[in-house]
Structures are given as C-alpha cells and as structure tokens.
C-alpha cells in the first residue's frame, strides 16, 4: 500500500498526550489548546514568556507531537484552524430540542471521525495490516464497552479467513493469551490505555512471542509500552457524551480499517471466506 502525507491534527495529538506530559510540558500544551489563534501570532520565546517555561520545555513538546519545532508546530495548527469542521462540535445545552440535539450529536460523530483520520499515522496503520494478514491466529482484548469493540473485530475478523477470537473477561484474556506463539497477533482496545486488565493480558501475550497491538485514544498511555504498534484515536468529551462513548465510533472506524486492509492483501482467501459466511447465513433466513 501506498503512504500518502498525513495530515496535522496537531490540537488533536496535543490533547491525546496531555495526561502523561510533565507538569511544565502541560502547561504548556494546555495554554496552546486554550489559544490556538494567539499561538499564531508568537514566537516561542513569547510563548516561553506567556507560560513561565523554558525554551527546550516547548521544543520538547514540539516534538513529542511529531514537529521538528515550534516553526513547524504553527504551520500545522494553521490547518487545523482552516478545518472546514471547525466549530462545529458543540456542547449540549440545557435548552436544546431534540431536532438540535440530533444535529450536535451526529456533528460531534463526524469531528470524532476527523480528529482521527489526522492521528492515522500510515506506516503504523500498514505494519499493523501486514502482521494482521500474516498471522496464525488474532486475538482481540478488552473490557466494558472496549469489549464489544473486541466483539465486533472477532466477528469481522471471520471475513478475511483468519481464525479470531474475542475476550472480554479478564480471566479468559490472559489464559488465553499464554497460549498464543510468535506466528499470533493480540489487538488490546482501551480508550483510556491505562486498563489493568487490558494490558496485563497485553504483556502476557508478548512475553508469549505474540506480536502484540493497541488502539487506544492517548498517545503515551501506558498499554503503547506494552505494545508493539499504537494505533490511535480521537475522541471530545461533552456535557452529556463521555470521551469513551465518542472513541466507540472512531475504533469502529479504525477496526474497520484494518479488516479492509487485511482483506485487500488476502484478496483470495478473503472472497473465499466472504462466500462461507454469506453461504452459512443464507441458513439462517426465509
């Protein structure tokens, strides 16, 4: 597959790594998410100044976030404030019928959808393809509503013709995850990448030789160091909408991706096991 050039989405990224940035570090990160419009219009000594840090804090911070400096940090936050979606995630209101609510909601699912496809980064996203297509077996792990997503990956997995499982009980997870080899692939879903549970069955299933993968919605969460590629997601949080209910939508999207991405290499076996499913189903209706 062919990389294309990723976009910014630099107050995206700023936002997935704040809670595991150093104190100074968030400072000023939260200062630039807070003014994006005034960042603009500074040099970094002046932000420096406006934040009480030193010059080598916003370098490293910079490039934390994928940008060589802070030159390249501002060309970036450009286009994120030209993003036609900008604006367009709104808070509900106490006030709001439901026709607005409606609108708000669905917007809010669409700027989730965005903030993502500018987090992709593609040669994460092919590598994670490529073991994926050439594994054994692939394991999905995660608990709550991360479980369901790990339900629905299984139950997509069935269409590329790789065999799949899906474990939501922690128990069960890191059982199972003793058993995989070096020929297996474990995919763990956490929104807040800091489940206990999801990780630990993470680790055991690298410690197992499995080649071991996240999608998580915060870049530096503790499940990416048990993981040998991260895959991210975006997600805002609203008055009445968790962060973890916007992330379902974007780690559908990205589950998604990757059984598009997997079949596209697997095209023979993947029409092959289309046809079984669509064979075995067609037993089930009038």
């Known amino acids: 597959m062919n990389s294309f050039i990723k976009p910014s989405g630099i107050l995206v990224r700023l936002r997935s790594i704040v809670p595991n940035l150093k104190p ?54 450009y286009n994120d404030l030209v993003d036609p979606l900008k604006g367009i995630h709104e808070e509900i209101e106490l006030t709001d019928n439901i026709s607005t609510i409606t609108q708000k909601v669905f917007y809010s699912g669409i700027q ?9 980064d593609i040669a994460e996203l092919e590598k994670a393809i490529s073991i994926i297509a050439n594994a054994n077996k692939v394991e999905f792990y995660g608990v ?56 630990q069955s993470l680790k055991h299933a690298k410690a197992s030789g499995a080649k071991t993968i996240c999608i998580t919605s915060y870049m530096r969460a503790p499940i990416t160091k048990v993981s040998d590629i991260s895959l991210y997601v975006a997600a805002r949080e609203t008055t009445f909408r968790s962060e973890a209910m916007a992330a379902r939508i974007a780690q559908l999207c990205v589950i998604d991706l990757l059984i598009v991405g997997v079949s596209f290499l697997r095209q ?19």
């Open 268 to 286: 023979k076996e993947s029409i092959a096991a289309l046809e079984k499913v669509r064979h075995s189903i067609a037993l089930k209706r009038y």
């Open 24 to 77: 100074a570090e968030s400072k000023v990160a939260n200062f630039i998410l807070e003014n994006p419009e005034e960042i603009m219009h500074m040099t970094i000594t002046n932000l420096s100044e406006k934040t009480e840090t030193a010059l080598a804090t916003i370098v490293r911070l910079c490039k934390k976030i994928g940008c060589s400096g802070f030159q390249e940090l501002k060309n970036a936050l």
């Open 144 to 199: 709550g509503a991360s479980g369901f997503i790990a339900l629905d990956a299984h139950h997509k997995m069935f269409k590329t013709g790789i065999p799949s499982a899906a474990y939501a009980d922690p128990h069960m997870q890191i059982i199972s995850a003793g058993f995989l080899t070096e020929h297996d692939v474990a995919v763990g879903i956490s929104h807040s990448g800091s489940t206990k549970d999801t990780i």
């Open 112 to 120: 989730t959808l965005s903030d993502t496809l500018r987090m992709i």
